[in-house]
Nanobody, 119 residues
Framework: QVQLVESGGGLVQAGGSLRLSCAAS????????MGWFRQAPGKEREFVAA????????YYADSVKGRFTISSDNAKNTVYLHMNSLKPEDTGVYYC????????????WGQGTQVTVSS
């Protein structure tokens, strides 16, 4: 089992920045990929970014490329999502998730943290 706890959400003006954190505990290892997803009101949850604990290039949704950066601190078992140049359409609940590298489905999810970007 893997437990995930997000933090760092809040209210920010358009053009501002936020950093989200995801603290992982339990059976975490280099075999896992860590991802960030978001869900806006009335919309389906969508992929934002992901990175492997074992390294390698992170990957991003087109809508956040060049503005968001995902990083990991293996010593702290924490994954971050650095969000810059925020737009009102970035508003939503942001979820951290984990999956084994060999699988497509994310099996472990955090409780989510609210990000609100005002215009």
């Amino acid at each position: 089992q893997v437990q995930l706890v997000e933090s760092g959400g809040g209210l920010v003006q358009a053009g501002g920045s936020l950093r989200l954190s995801c603290a992982a505990s339990g059976r975490t290892s280099s075999s896992y990929v860590m991802g960030w997803f978001r869900q806006a009101p009335g919309k389906e949850r969508e992929f934002v970014a992901a990175v492997s604990w074992s390294g390698g290039n992170p990957y991003y949704a087109d809508s956040v490329k060049g503005r968001f950066t995902i990083s990991s601190d293996n010593a702290k078992n924490t994954v971050y999502l650095h969000m810059n140049s925020l737009k009102p359409e970035d508003t939503g609940v942001y979820y951290c998730a984990a999956r084994l590298r060999t699988l497509v489905r994310y099996d472990y999810w955090g409780q989510g943290t609210q990000v609100t970007v005002s215009s």
